[in-house]
């Protein structure tokens, strides 16, 4: 099957800004602020198709966890797909971010490459802007991401999710709120990070 998308994309997570993940002005990222990860991830598909299966407008949004003492750094994550998506829809996109359809999937999704654990996949509601410096996520109960504003550095940041090809901003995290059967977690003031992405297969 052959598949691309394309769009914004914005993270919350809770390392503190300049999260130690990202490259920053060249230098590769290391380990986390706190050792342990957990955070939330959201694409917002402006054009694309998985065959003839179309894509555009729809958003996805993943929440994660892992640990940097855990051998291997395995991920827990959810995925989160909107209920205005179709079947067909739903299934392409659900191969696309699990890393089903390989492609560049296997170069910017650490969750594919790595030792993980699939606990959820959630079809709901997805209330999501990907306004600049303005960003927000609401799934129902279960997450709500707000951005503050960017964070205050020249520095040229970029993250392997999206890309390292792309520059991106790193951000100010106002709320970053997940309450799920499978992962919960509350913070306020740390890390964010928007680009765009363009993902192929």
């Known amino acids: 099957m052959s598949w691309h998308i394309s769009g914004s994309y914005f993270e919350a997570c809770n390392c503190d800004a300049i999260c130690p993940c990202r490259r920053i002005d060249g230098v590769p990222g290391g380990r986390s602020t706190h050792g342990v990860c957990m955070g939330v991830l959201s694409w917002l598909i402006t054009e694309g198709a998985v065959d003839d299966v179309d894509l555009a407008g729809l958003p996805v949004a993943l929440a994660i966890r892992y640990s ?72 129902r109960d279960h997450i ?32 970053l709120t997940v309450s799920d059967e499978a992962l919960a977690f509350s913070y306020s003031g740390v890390c964010g990070y928007a680009t765009s992405f363009a993902y192929t297969g």
């Open 144 to 175: 709500s991401v707000q951005i503050r504003d960017r964070y205050p550095s020249e520095a040229t940041v970029t993250c392997v999710i999206p890309g390292h090809d792309r520059e991106g901003e790193e951000l100010i995290t106002d709320r």
């Open 68 to 139: 940097d003492d855990e051998p291997g750094s395995p991920w827990s994550w959810i995925l989160y797909l909107d209920e205005r998506a179709g079947s067909e829809q739903q299934a392409a996109l659900e191969a696309v971010f699990s890393g089903e359809l390989g492609g560049d999937a296997e170069r910017h999704f650490p969750w594919t490459w790595k030792a993980n654990e699939r606990m959820a996949v959630r079809v709901m509601a997805i209330d999501v802007a990907h306004t600049r410096r303005r960003q927000r996520l609401v799934i």
